[in-house]
């Protein structure tokens, strides 16, 4: 990954998610988001749309964008299989947010995390300042 691309993982805690309705249809849903190397990371209820869609189909879209566009617009999209973490990565996952904001939020003390693996780089889709990764399930 680029310099400019891991800053976008690095700058951003927001990032919004796209599953797939049990009708087919898309659902969009803005997550915090944490991450390392491999994956990014969120945490939601397993009560809500997107935490559902992913247990019946865990197919997902992820988008990053920068607020500094002093040179264009700069994104990641992320594409692949997500999956719901066990206790102990949703442990290593909540340092993440501890390192990058300071403490765990009260919403997300009881909040399941999961997981996307940043996959590989598409250099024939990525362009200027957007960088497209897809994991192989999809």
């Known amino acids: 990954m680029t310099e400019e691309g891991r800053a976008i993982l690095n700058e951003n805690i927001?990032?919004?998610i796209a599953t797939v309705n049990e009708d087919g249809s898309?659902?969009?849903s803005p997550v915090h988001i944490f991450s390392d190397e491999e994956a990014v990371y969120w945490f939601s209820y397993e009560?809500?749309?997107h935490s559902i869609n992913i247990e019946r189909d865990p197919r997902v879209s992820l988008t990053l964008f920068s607020p500094d566009e002093s040179r264009g617009p700069k994104g990641i999209y992320?594409?692949?299989t997500a999956t719901k973490l066990d206790d102990e990565s949703?442990?290593?996952a909540k340092q993440l947010m501890v390192a990058k904001i300071g403490k765990i939020p009260t919403y997300f003390e009881r909040a399941t995390g999961y997981m996307l693996p940043i996959g590989q780089l598409n250099s024939?889709?990525?362009t200027?300042?957007?960088w497209?990764?897809?994991t192989k399930n999809v």
């Open 14 to 16: 927001l990032g919004t």
């Open 26 to 28: 898309p659902w969009s």
């Open 47 to 49: 009560d809500k749309v």
């Open 78 to 80: 992320i594409n692949g």
């Open 90 to 92: 949703t442990t290593s």
């Open 124 to 126: 024939s889709k990525s």
């Open 128 to 130: 200027g300042n957007c």
């Open 132 to 134: 497209y990764f897809y």
